[in-house]
């Protein structure tokens, strides 16, 4: 497990990239302060300190600003020496060198991120083991008819008051106590601090990652002039326009099927697990946006829409369907009848009403169109991406008379615009024989160091470590593995041929690194490496 974790921060003004922030260190004399280098040529030899080296085979070129061992066939740059010396990673490697040569290059330590998912996790099996201490939190949940299963599988809890949470951290670390302050779930005045939950039920809130984020707190009673439902504020860790409530336990499901179910809030999400349907996410009490959108897009190619039996669910409805068929998700309208939401029809009907009701539903448009309600299809329409899409549905409104300038007007005409980076990304660099191998890492279950493969990228090694240490990735990474599409068995394939191919040091190998030899050091070891001399 790692120490600490470090990530790239975008390219601000006055940053440079990793490779012109390598070419700033001198590699001879930064190599020279771990191993002794004599002078050969134009480039410089040493014994290798990462095998058993009695002669000098590691040869360091100025020029190139490389390294090679022809002994144990490890080699790269100034940064991969020295991980591999400390026995850090690289990130760690290239943050320390950072430091040392004033590299004006942007890094993020993320270790106190890391930490607060420490306190977060902690603060939730607080909450929960309070649950059972509070006979009139069980009550309620029993009341909702929630069986402990449901209850254990989302971590439900308890605040019994203001304080007790402050007294649990503060006797456990007064540091944990300072991170839980900086998410800002603790109400700090002058003379005291105070839970902001308090004497609510609280359902902890995960990212796909399953770290704790944030929570929801519910009251116990129905007062219509109490906030039925708190969540966490916004802070370093918690994006209410980026979250989606269960998207942790449900993201297996919707990759098996790719299709979601989308609902408006806890307990419909929490009821349709509970009977059986496991692919189903909420927002956060927020409307749905684009941001949810695009989570969802990366998973899922058909939505259902299961909001509220009301006029407010229904323009929701309405809102949340443009945002996913700009995302290339098609979107079927799912009508409750019988019952005021998901939880109340999920609690009478179980999972084959729940199941009969998506069967039945229809692609919100072709719903608004045999509705007659043709602005609204149109306006709905206009978000379509995918070619094919476009053209069935200019078809299908010519098909009712619609004339077809109108159609050309609206169908396939409208996006949302993203907010993106102007500066070039660093992973649309990266060559395709690297992101073979990332999917492959990603994918298959075979350890393998990422520092020892010679040719890897510089910004592939850092995604490569971040999957080897199960950190989660950028959204900018994820869809770099993405743009890879080899079954499992090719990845598996592909990953042994690269650890196969690393674990021997052929003379073609040789002959391509030649020029950062001279030739007569290059015959000396390239027989040495051979076992002839």
């Not at 330590?109 to 306190?119: D, F, G, L």
């Not at 649950?131 to 605040?159: D, F, H, W």
């Not at 996410?281 to 259902?304: C, D, M, N, R, W």
């Given at each position: 497990?790692?120490?600490?974790?470090?990530?790239?921060?975008?390219?601000?003004?006055?940053?440079?990239?990793?490779?012109?922030?390598?070419?700033?260190?001198?590699?001879?004399?930064?190599?020279?302060?771990?191993?002794?280098?004599?002078?050969?040529?134009?480039?410089?030899?040493?014994?290798?300190?990462?095998?058993?080296?009695?002669?000098?085979?590691?040869?360091?070129?100025?020029?190139?600003?490389?390294?090679?061992?022809?002994?144990?066939?490890?080699?790269?740059?100034?940064?991969?020496?020295?991980?591999?010396?400390?026995?850090?990673?690289?990130?760690?490697?290239?943050?320390?060198l950072a430091i040392k040569y004033n590299l004006p290059i942007n890094i993020k330590n993320e270790e106190k991120n890391n930490k607060i998912y420490e306190v977060m996790s902690l603060v939730s099996d607080f909450?929960?083991?309070?649950?059972?201490?509070?006979?009139?939190?069980?009550?309620?949940?029993?009341?909702?008819?929630?069986?402990?299963?449901?209850?254990?599988?989302?971590?439900?809890?308890?605040?019994?008051?203001?304080?007790?949470?402050?007294?649990?951290?503060?006797?456990?670390?007064?540091?944990?106590?300072?991170?839980?302050?900086?998410?800002?779930?603790?109400?700090?005045?002058?003379?005291?601090?105070?839970?902001?939950?308090?004497?609510?039920?609280?359902?902890?809130?995960?990212?796909?990652?399953?770290?704790?984020?944030?929570?929801?707190?519910?009251?116990?009673?129905?007062?219509?002039?109490?906030?039925?439902?708190?969540?966490?504020?916004?802070?370093?860790?918690?994006?209410?326009?980026?979250?989606?409530?269960?998207?942790?336990?449900?993201?297996?499901?919707?990759?098996?099927?790719?299709?979601?179910?989308?609902?408006?809030?806890?307990?419909?999400?929490?009821?349709?697990?509970?009977?059986?349907?496991?692919?189903?996410?909420?927002?956060?009490?927020?409307?749905?946006?684009?941001?949810?959108?695009?989570?969802?897009?990366?998973?899922?190619?058909?939505?259902?829409?299961?909001?509220?039996?009301?006029?407010?669910?229904?323009?929701?409805?309405?809102?949340?369907?443009?945002?996913?068929?700009?995302?290339?998700?098609?979107?079927?309208?799912?009508?409750?009848?019988?019952?005021?939401?998901?939880?109340?029809?999920?609690?009478?009907?179980?999972?084959?009403?729940?199941?009969?009701?998506?069967?039945?539903?229809?692609?919100?448009?072709?719903?608004?169109?045999?509705?007659?309600?043709?602005?609204?299809?149109?306006?709905?329409?206009?978000?379509?991406?995918?070619?094919?899409?476009?053209?069935?549905?200019?078809?299908?409104?010519?098909?009712?008379?619609?004339?077809?300038?109108?159609?050309?007007?609206?169908?396939?005409?409208?996006?949302?615009?993203?907010?993106?980076?102007?500066?070039?990304?660093?992973?649309?660099?990266?060559?395709?024989?690297?992101?073979?191998?990332?999917?492959?890492?990603?994918?298959?279950?075979?350890?393998?160091?990422?520092?020892?493969?010679?040719?890897?990228?510089?910004?592939?090694?850092?995604?490569?470590?971040?999957?080897?240490?199960?950190?989660?990735?950028?959204?900018?990474?994820?869809?770099?593995?993405?743009?890879?599409?080899?079954?499992?068995?090719?990845?598996?394939?592909?990953?042994?041929?690269?650890?196969?191919?690393?674990?021997?040091?052929?003379?073609?190998?040789?002959?391509?690194?030649?020029?950062?030899?001279?030739?007569?050091?290059?015959?000396?070891?390239y027989h040495f490496s051979h076992g002839k001399i």
């Amino acid at each position: 497990m790692l120490s600490k974790a470090y990530t790239l921060e975008k390219n601000k003004a006055g940053n440079i990239s990793i490779e012109d922030a390598i070419k700033r260190i001198d590699i001879v004399k930064e190599i020279s302060s771990y191993i002794e280098l004599k002078r050969s040529g134009s480039n410089y030899l040493g014994k290798c300190p990462f095998h058993d080296d009695s002669t000098p085979s590691l040869s360091v070129s100025e020029q190139k600003q490389i390294w090679k061992c022809f002994g144990c066939g490890k080699g790269g740059d100034v940064v991969k020496f020295v991980s591999l010396y400390e026995n850090i990673t690289y990130m760690e490697a290239l943050s320390k060198l950072a430091i040392k040569y004033n590299l004006p290059i942007n890094i993020k330590n993320e270790e106190k991120n890391n930490k607060i998912y420490e306190v977060m996790s902690l603060v939730s099996d607080f909450y929960h083991e309070e649950l059972t201490k509070s006979p009139k939190a069980m009550q309620y949940l029993q009341k909702r008819e929630i069986n402990p299963k449901t209850v254990e599988a989302y971590g439900i809890g308890y605040s019994p008051n203001h304080y007790k949470v402050v007294e649990f951290l503060q006797n456990t670390s007064e540091y944990y106590l300072e991170l839980y302050k900086s998410t800002q779930n603790l109400h700090q005045s002058s003379k005291s601090i105070r839970d902001i939950f308090e004497g609510r039920l609280v359902i902890p809130i995960r990212n796909t990652s399953s770290n704790v984020v944030g929570f929801g707190g519910r009251i116990l009673y129905e007062d219509k002039s109490a906030i039925k439902y708190l969540n966490s504020p916004d802070s370093s860790i918690f994006k209410k326009s980026q979250l989606l409530f269960g998207i942790d336990i449900a993201l297996p499901y919707i990759k098996e099927k790719e299709e979601v179910i989308l609902v408006e809030g806890y307990f419909d999400v929490i009821r349709l697990y509970q009977i059986g349907v496991r692919n189903v996410v909420a927002p956060l009490g927020t409307a749905f946006t684009q941001e949810h959108a695009k989570i969802l897009s990366k998973y899922a190619k058909t939505s259902y829409i299961m909001f509220d039996n009301d006029n407010a669910g229904k323009n929701a409805s309405l809102r949340a369907a443009k945002h996913l068929i700009a995302k290339g998700i098609k979107v079927f309208y799912v009508e409750i009848k019988d019952a005021k939401d998901p939880d109340e029809f999920g609690m009478k009907f179980g999972k084959d009403g729940v199941l009969e009701l998506l069967k039945v539903s229809k692609n919100i448009i072709d719903l608004n169109i045999e509705s007659k309600n043709i602005d609204i299809a149109l306006e709905l329409a206009s978000y379509l991406k995918e070619p094919e899409d476009i053209f069935q549905y200019t078809q299908k409104l010519l098909g009712i008379g619609l004339p077809k300038h109108v159609i050309d007007q609206y169908v396939g005409k409208k996006s949302f615009v993203e907010n993106k980076d102007q500066t070039d990304s660093s992973c649309e660099k990266i060559p395709m024989k690297d992101r073979i191998l990332l999917k492959a890492l990603k994918e298959c279950n075979i350890d393998i160091n990422p520092l020892d493969i010679e040719w890897l990228d510089k910004n592939s090694i850092i995604i490569a470590e971040k999957i080897k240490y199960q950190q989660e990735l950028s959204d900018e990474e994820l869809k770099l593995l993405e743009s890879v599409n080899l079954p499992k068995d090719a990845l598996e394939k592909y990953l042994s041929k690269t650890i196969k191919e690393q674990s021997v040091v052929t003379k073609d190998e040789l002959m391509n690194i030649k020029n950062t030899l001279s030739r007569k050091s290059y015959v000396k070891k390239y027989h040495f490496s051979h076992g002839k001399i």
